[in-house]
């Protein structure tokens, strides 16, 4: 069907963050996508039949986009601040992180830990990894620096605590509080199968959680998920990127030649470069070799819709204020270690640690016009919910699951969950789960890993940009290359320059 300067493998956001690069830089370039749509799981979806919302059904915030990406593109996009960090319910209290109040959330501590030594630990340790992160954010968008001089970088301390040592006996030793160790662990176990206390997997997890941008906050992109995949594909199509949907690639050569079927039809294509935004192991079984190992996503994602917000036992939060920000259920360190070993022995945890938060409570736009004022939507992201325990029985698991989370959220609650969830107009409650066997199933991630593979440091001596494979026409530009990780562009962007040169 033709010869072109790029053939991209996979429409995800990556994918088109590099064909827009790449079409700007005047190359003609060919996006071709399994799905009728663009965007990967960076999607909005209206999952309940009748129920005007648009969902971030898979991932649900951005972080790691660097600004430097929106300028360079020209996206047409608003990214909301969220006031609240985050609040942990514990008792009839809890621990409310305000951005805009320090004496509040000063109070806060205070209240949960009975004294000021972990809010003045927590605004020392989270003072060294702001540092950390204006250091680290540049290099994520240039070839890969050398261990030493990553190092010197972000300096000694921020490197034993972060890089040398488990992030576990680190906040072990910094903090005294059981609940606020567990606070700063969850960014170390999003997505991450992982012992903090022994596994540096964890730190990883935890760097790319607290550097997005050199700032580490976790913003609201206004209209849903889908807007930032819609901006990159108008952007890419704006400077002349050719994307075809519907086009599932069944092979690909080192000679840069990639098969895809359309309508059970083949054709061929050919590519000074293929840039592969899809996971490592896809991509493995295209080349027509074995996969180096399948990856294990760790996860349980939940959608709902509620009718109203649930009230708290804590009558001196807002549960406005308690919900906008990443509400923290059942993970204390303790809680935390426990869910780990449970799922470790095959047992899907009794009190899964989860958090929540609600994207309408920042940007009403998802909600459709009727629903404004009357509904909010809810995202759930289960910890420790490792693909193995939903092998033998995807569907049956998957309730177990949701079942134990829902009853997670409602002993912190002051009512049941269930009783705020919006009904459809069929009269099913709006509540969707999706597991990391679903996420193979439907997305085509193996082992539903979201990361795709396990997570790398942010740097390397062999050099290059971290997109290089075995082969020298094709490279990575998605969420298995060397850095990015979620919902980031970087890989996309740094695929692109390797195949430009810069």
Not at 8 to 15: D, E, F, I, K, M
Request: aromatic share 6%; net charge negative.
């Amino acid at each position: 069907m033709g010869t072109y300067d790029v053939v991209v493998a996979g429409g995800g956001h990556n994918g088109l963050v590099a064909a827009a690069y790449l079409a700007r830089a005047g190359r003609r370039v060919l996006v071709l996508e399994k799905q009728d749509h663009t965007g990967g799981l960076a999607i909005s979806a209206q999952p309940f039949p009748g129920v005007d919302v648009r969902l971030s059904r898979y991932s649900y915030l951005v972080s790691l986009l660097p600004t430097k990406i929106v300028k360079d593109l020209g996206l047409k996009l608003e990214l909301r601040r969220r006031r609240y960090a985050s609040y942990t319910p514990v008792g009839t209290t809890g621990l409310l992180v305000d951005g805009e109040d320090a004496d509040r959330t000063r109070a806060s501590f205070r209240a949960v830990t009975g004294g000021e030594a972990d809010h003045a630990a927590w605004e020392a340790f989270y003072g060294m990894t702001a540092q950390a992160a204006q250091a680290l954010a540049p290099t994520l968008l240039a070839p890969l620096r050398p261990a030493a001089e990553v190092e010197k970088l972000v300096g000694a301390e921020a490197w034993r605590d972060l890089f040398a040592r488990p992030i576990g006996e680190v906040v072990e030793e910094r903090f005294a509080d059981d609940v606020v160790r567990g606070v700063v662990l969850t960014d170390a176990l999003i997505g991450t199968f992982a012992d903090p206390a022994t596994d540096l997997l964890a730190n990883r997890c935890f760097l790319y959680h607290v550097i997005g941008d050199g700032t580490g906050e976790w913003n609201v992109p206004v209209g849903g998920m889908g807007a930032v995949s819609g901006a990159l594909e108008s952007a890419a199509r704006a400077a002349g990127a050719e994307i075809r949907t519907g086009a599932e690639i069944i092979g690909i050569a080192p000679s840069g030649e990639v098969t895809f079927r359309t309508d059970d039809r083949e054709h061929t294509v050919t590519g000074g470069h293929v840039l592969v935004n899809l996971p490592p192991a896809t991509l493995d079984r295209l080349l027509g070799g074995e996969p180096g190992g399948t990856p294990e996503g760790a996860q349980l994602k939940v959608n709902m819709v509620l009718s109203r917000l649930p009230r708290l036992k804590d009558q001196d939060v807002d549960p406005a204020a308690a919900f906008s920000g990443t509400f923290h259920i059942n993970e204390s360190r303790d809680q935390l270690a426990r869910a780990h070993a449970q799922a470790a022995r095959g047992e899907i945890p009794d009190l899964p640690p989860a958090e929540v938060y609600c994207h309408s409570l920042t940007d009403p736009s998802i909600l459709g016009p009727g629903l404004r004022g009357k509904a909010e939507t809810m995202t759930l992201f289960g910890l420790h919910m490792p693909a193995r325990l939903f092998r033998e029985d995807p569907d049956g698991a998957r309730e177990r699951a949701l079942s134990a989370t829902l009853a997670s959220i409602n002993e912190v609650l002051a009512e049941p969950i269930e009783d705020c969830l919006l009904r459809a107009p069929d009269g099913t409650l709006c509540v969707e789960a999706k597991s990391p066997v679903d996420l193979e199933n439907e997305a085509g991630l193996p082992g539903g890993h979201i990361f795709h593979r396990d997570l790398s440091w942010p740097y390397g001596e062999e050099g290059g940009w971290g997109v290089e494979t075995g082969h020298e026409r094709i490279l990575l530009c998605g969420a298995g290359a060397r850095r990015g990780g979620g919902v980031s562009g970087i890989p996309g962007h740094n695929a692109a320059m390797a195949v430009l040169g810069r």
